[in-house]
């Protein structure tokens, strides 16, 4: 990238950091989408990010899209841009944000993957409970799926955050915003199982606040845990294409499937807009209409 280019890209991200306080996945995101945008700008019409014009950002997603992108990459894309020139546009830095006047793609309703209540019994049974390593990965995933936890917020989870006395964990979301989620009794003695019996020889002495760590003593990672889910999910036979969230789409979706209100499953998911939530309401409608096929006579 030319300096203008790096230069805008930073204040930008420092920007977001200081007033949104998004996650580090998040800033992240935006950098490598400002940063795909401002080599190709280079590359392909000797610019920089501050000159672009609306006919530039749409031949590189015409660029991108030859290049295999599909529909949803391609709008969560112009979301990230379009948010980085309106930042500099409100700033006085800019006279017009060039991707202003460009549609999104139009996208299909995709429901997440979430797995059947025997499937969930099947993973969390995977791994070996006679074992450090097991006994760690068993109450992660009771962790995941009893309070509907992002992987992101698992991870960094400190064992100053968790009650177990009131069997609740406060987490930090998106946005910083803080929520107390009720992890129920099952979580709770697993928990308690890993503190007593894995953890003190995971750290072997050393000093960490982070609850769950490495069989080295290192706070866990998300890639590193990611890992772990789909070697579990294999063992089990489970042969659904699952995601980092698959446990969390399964917390909603069986929550609401089991009569629980809208509201609440919101604010266990920390979802600050209800449409977000109403997502999973088609899950389960989706869900009823398999087993009326499979168990009605007239299905």
């Not at 309070?147 to 609740?168: A, D, H, K, Y």
């Not at 969390?248 to 499937?257: D, I, K, V």
Request: aromatic share 8%.
């Amino acid at each position: 990238m030319v300096e203008g280019s790096i230069s805008m890209l930073e204040q930008f991200i420092d920007a977001l950091w200081m007033e949104r306080g998004l996650s580090k996945n998040t800033l992240a995101a935006y950098r490598a989408d400002i940063t795909g945008l401002a080599n190709w700008l280079q590359q392909a019409r000797q610019s920089e990010l501050g000159a672009a014009r609306r006919q530039d950002i749409l031949d590189y997603f015409a660029h991108r899209v030859e290049q295999g992108a599909q529909p949803r990459s391609t709008a969560r894309l112009l979301s990230s841009i379009r948010r980085f020139y309106q930042y500099f546009v409100r700033q006085g830095k800019l006279t017009d944000d060039p991707s202003a006047k460009i549609d999104a793609p139009k996208l299909g309703r995709t429901l997440p993957t979430s797995l059947t209540e025997s499937e969930v019994e099947a993973l969390l049974d995977a791994p070996d409970t006679g074992d450090i390593l097991g006994l760690r990965d068993r109450t992660m995933l009771e962790l995941l799926y009893a309070g509907g936890l992002r992987v992101s917020e698992l991870v960094t989870l400190n064992i100053s955050q968790v009650s177990l006395q009131q069997g609740v964990v406060r987490l930090n979301g998106k946005g910083n915003k803080e929520r107390l989620v009720p992890l129920g009794e099952e979580a709770v003695n697993w928990l308690q199982r890993y503190l007593a019996d894995s953890r003190p020889f995971l750290v072997k002495g050393k000093q960490s606040e982070s609850l769950f760590v490495t069989r080295r003593g290192g706070a866990m990672t998300r890639q590193a845990f990611w890992y772990i889910i789909k070697r579990y999910a294999s063992n089990a036979a489970i042969k659904k294409d699952l995601s980092p969230h698959t446990l969390r789409h399964s917390f909603a979706t069986h929550l609401l499937n089991n009569g629980a209100d809208l509201r609440v499953v919101q604010m266990l998911l920390g979802h600050s807009d209800l449409s977000t939530t109403q997502i999973y309401t088609h899950v389960a409608r989706e869900r009823l209409k398999e087993l009326h096929e499979q168990h009605h006579p007239r299905g």
